[in-house]
């Protein structure tokens, strides 16, 4: 079992649609979780950041963890052609060297 | 703005080839790392240094080593290159609490 699961896609959605990508990881030690947005021939880029359970929000973007369930959401409101990039979820304990990526969901927004 | 730099974006090289990879930030960042993406595995950690001098194995070291002498700047080394070292490759470094900043990435093709 990989450590941390998450579905491949594609998944494709209308402008402005509501979009929740999810992921879930094994390990109940983990701590950290984040989000990582990485368009085609580009390296991620972060785009949240938590630690423990509970939601945090930045503009469009809202991440969620629900630690009884070791799932991680991250819900993306009024989606843009712009969002059309592969979404990396990353877990782990609090050495870096022991976070594990999910293999990414690629999403792609029709104008 | 804070900075990974990867110094190719794509190589090819030939079976056998010794090939380095070389990779700078400017963060002032003690912590760096080496991770190899292929489609449907994700990112998996090669090696990772946490200081000067220091190194330290990941999930999948076998037929590369690495090298940092300077704080700043993070070597990859393929000791002999081979097909299945095709991948991208991409580099990181990270503080505690803001999680990794990575390099565009270098795709390397080995014929």
């Known amino acids: 079992q990989k450590e941390v699961e998450q579905d491949p896609g594609p998944l494709s959605v209308p402008e402005g649609a509501i979009v929740s990508l999810n992921c879930t990881y094994s390990?109940?030690?983990?701590?950290?979780f984040m989000w990582y947005r990485q368009y085609s021939r580009k390296g991620p880029e972060l785009l949240m950041y938590?630690?423990?359970?509970g939601n945090k929000e930045d503009g469009r973007f809202t991440a969620q963890v629900d630690k009884s369930s070791k799932y991680i959401s991250l819900f993306i409101r009024d989606s843009q052609p712009s969002d059309s990039a592969t979404y990396l979820c990353?877990?782990?304990?609090?050495?870096?060297?022991?976070?594990?990526f999910g293999s990414g969901t690629k999403l792609n927004v029709k104008p | 703005d804070v900075k990974v730099t990867q110094s190719s974006r794509y190589l090819v090289k030939r079976t056998g080839e010794k090939v380095f990879l070389e990779c700078v930030q400017d963060?002032?960042?003690?912590?760096m790392f080496w991770y190899r993406q292929d489609p449907g595995l994700g990112l998996r950690l090669i090696y990772f240094?946490?200081?000067?001098?220091?190194?330290e194995k990941g999930d999948i070291p076998e037929g590369y080593s690495v090298s940092r002498e300077k704080k700043e700047r993070f070597s990859l080394i393929l000791e002999s290159a081979s097909t299945n070292q095709t991948s991208m490759y991409l580099c990181?470094?990270?503080?505690?609490?803001?999680?990794?900043?990575f390099g565009s990435g270098t795709r390397l093709t080995v014929v």
């Open positions: 390990n109940s030690a983990f701590q950290y």
């Open positions: 938590t630690y423990s359970s």
């Open positions: 240094s946490y200081d000067v001098k220091m190194k």
């Open positions: 990181a470094s990270t503080r505690v609490d803001y999680g990794y900043t």
């Open positions: 990353v877990s782990g304990r609090g050495s870096f060297n022991k976070f594990y």
């Open positions: 963060m002032d960042h003690e912590n």
